[in-house]
């Protein structure tokens, strides 16, 4: 059972695979993601309108969203939410420093289904288990969906400034 005041706690963060049904009936999997093929990821970023970028990423062209990619997942611990054989999410470790920064991206179609949730839970449970210690992340202050799903997993914010929070959280 996991302890409600330690929103951290064992069973909150699993490890890839993970298998669930997203709030649309969908059947979606994250899968830890290593040395596959970048292209779903490509596709699914390709998708992404302006509306669903923030600070400059995902980038727009499928050369800048390759080159941007690679980097990601050559260096950092990546999960992939799958429906069907499709891309649908994306969220990364990328170390820095002492510790690695967070990033998450659900494609536009599959917003709003809990599939963000599941995605960073996982990804957190895979840094845990890949012995990480801290992550931290930035966020815009009018992004309050965002906000508010990091705060659930634990993340606190840290510092503020009038565009951006920043916010830890020790695994």
Same mark, same amino acid.
């Given at each position: 059972?996991?302890?409600? =005041?330690?929103?951290?706690?064992? %069973?909150?963060? #699993?490890?890839?695979? @993970?298998?669930? %049904?997203?709030? @649309? ?5 994250? +899968? ?10 490509? +596709? ?5 309108? *302006?509306? *669903? ?7 727009? %062209? /499928? #050369?800048?969203?390759? $080159?941007?990619?690679? &980097? ?5 611990? &990546? ?11 994306? =969220? ?5 420093? !002492? ?13 709003? =289904? ?14 845990? !288990? *890949? ?11 009018? &992004? /309050?969906? =965002?906000?508010?799903?990091?705060? *659930?997993?634990?993340?606190? $914010?840290? $510092?503020? !400034?009038?565009?951006?929070? +920043? ?5």
């Amino acid at each position: 059972m996991t302890d409600a =005041a330690d929103p951290g706690a064992e %069973t909150e963060l #699993p490890r890839p695979p @993970k298998t669930f %049904t997203d709030e @649309k009936g969908r059947s979606v999997t994250v +899968e830890a993601y290593e040395d596959g093929d970048d292209e779903p990821l490509v +596709e699914m970023y390709a998708a992404f309108g *302006s509306e *669903s970028r923030s600070q400059g990423v995902p980038p727009r %062209t /499928k #050369p800048e969203i390759r $080159t941007w990619l690679s &980097n990601l997942t050559e260096n950092g611990l &990546n999960v992939v939410a799958w429906h069907d054989d499709r891309a649908v999410g994306h =969220a990364v470790l990328v170390p820095y420093e !002492d510790t690695s920064e967070l990033a998450i991206f659900v494609h536009p179609d599959y917003q709003r =289904a809990g599939i963000g949730s599941q995605l960073i839970r996982v990804l957190l449970g895979y840094g845990r !288990d *890949s012995d990480l210690e801290s992550v931290w992340l930035t966020v815009s202050r009018s &992004n /309050k969906i =965002a906000r508010e799903l990091y705060e *659930s997993v634990g993340f606190e $914010t840290v $510092t503020r !400034d009038r565009v951006e929070l +920043e916010m830890e959280l020790a695994l």
